[in-house]
């Protein structure tokens, strides 16, 4: 069967056989009842397209530039962990489908791959490094501090996890990873190889449940690199984020993996959008699995989206490989949402692209007008 769409490559990774006991549970579910999982996916379903005609869209561009950056596509490779799980090459594939497609890939704190190898294997990637402010900030500096030497453009820090999610699925299926998939590049930090086998003991050994503002700005003070706020969902701490020195956030909820009913990213995107200068970059993540809903999202304030299920998926399929086509078939259809809505550039989507959908709640019997009735000639 041709895989033609995400969904696709989603349904043919969980089909594979050789997933450790647990992992695919671990990648595909979220915290408590997974409401907020279905939520973002359900988000994008609110919002339809407002087709223009007689628009020269002959040419469609999809490149972008966040924080100075040229892309090819408004698209990132979220932070994700450990892609060892997923393919032998592990992060070194996905730079280099990232690099194919012209897109930066954000390097998780807990990769298989250190930061170091991962710009060997792929010299031409535009890398920005992940990080959590750590119970010890040194590991943290280190993360930073190897990142700007490795030649990674930007820090993402992530600030939705002040404690172990409660996630069934790995509770049921007492979930432990392979001895062989470890957090290399934390292990390159802390000196020694973090016990990532149990995923919920070490966020609970290693993340510091007392962050604050002030150990955002000390991290957008430790180097040079551009720091932008990961797990944003308020439009108060987009600016309390800009307010710290960061230039940037992404509006997330984990995917929802941290906090069960949490909002969707989609329904937070405006407000946050609204809370902070015009020019600011806002990025997004959590549930987009189509380019139409790339383009949504854009047309709702983001400048650009993260994926991170979708890229784990291409990897388990068909390793550097699968994920390059994820990331084509994002572009492909990107590119022809633009085209038959009218919008040759991406500067041309605004908030007028798009209009909310009718609620189905209210097409019942009671609200749906009954049919003309039939005229007999």
């Known amino acids: 069967m041709a895989l033609l769409t995400l969904a696709d490559y989603e349904s043919t990774a969980g089909s594979l056989a050789a997933w450790p006991p647990g992992v695919w549970d671990f990648l595909t579910g979220g915290a408590g009842t997974e409401s907020t999982v279905t939520a973002n ?10 087709p223009r005609v007689c628009v020269d869209v002959s040419v469609v561009e999809t490149s972008t530039t ?51 190898d991962i710009a060997d294997a792929a010299p031409e990637a535009t890398l920005w490094q992940q990080v959590y402010l750590f119970r010890d900030r040194k590991v943290t500096a280190s993360l930073v501090q190897r990142a700007s030497a490795a030649g990674a453009q930007a820090i993402v820090v992530t600030v939705d996890v002040p404690r172990p999610a409660r996630r069934l699925r790995d509770i049921r299926n007492e979930l432990r990873f392979p001895p062989h998939v470890q957090a290399r590049n934390l292990a390159a930090s802390t000196g020694r190889a973090p016990d990532v086998s149990s995923p919920s003991a070490h966020t609970a050994e290693a993340m510091d449940p007392s962050v604050t503002w002030e150990d955002v700005q000390w ?62 970059p806002v990025l997004l993540d959590g549930g987009v699995r189509t380019g139409a809903e790339v383009m949504i999202a854009l047309a709702l304030g983001a400048d650009a989206v993260l994926v991170g299920r979708p890229v784990l998926h291409g990897l388990a399929v068909a390793g550097k490989h699968g994920a390059a086509m994820v990331l084509g078939i994002l572009r492909a259809e990107l590119t022809d949402a633009m ?39």
Not at 41 to 50: D, G, H, N, Q, T
Not at 343 to 369: E, G, M, W, Y
């Open 41 to 50: 996916r359900e988000a994008f379903a609110r919002w339809r397209l407002m």
């Open 219 to 280: 991290l957008t003070e430790l180097s040079a690199l551009p720091v932008l706020v990961k797990g944003i969902q308020v439009g108060q701490d987009a600016e309390h984020a800009r307010r710290a020195g960061a230039a940037g956030v992404i509006v997330s909820n984990h995917g929802g993996r941290q906090l069960d009913r949490a909002r969707p990213t989609l329904d937070a995107l405006p407000e946050i959008r609204t809370a902070v200068p015009s020019g600011y």
């Open 339 to 377: 085209a038959q809505s009218g919008h040759p550039t991406l500067d041309s989507v605004d908030r007028s692209a798009i209009h909310p959908a009718p609620d189905p709640a209210l097409l019942s019997a009671d609200t749906v007008p009954p049919p003309a009735p039939r005229v007999l000639r």
């Open 66 to 116: 966040v924080l100075g950056s040229d892309w090819d596509l408004p698209v990132a490779f979220a932070p994700t962990a450990l892609h060892e799980v997923c393919t032998r090459d592990a992060e070194a594939a996905t730079a280099s489908a990232a690099t194919a497609l012209g897109v930066p890939m954000v390097v998780s704190a807990l990769s298989s791959r250190t930061i170091e």
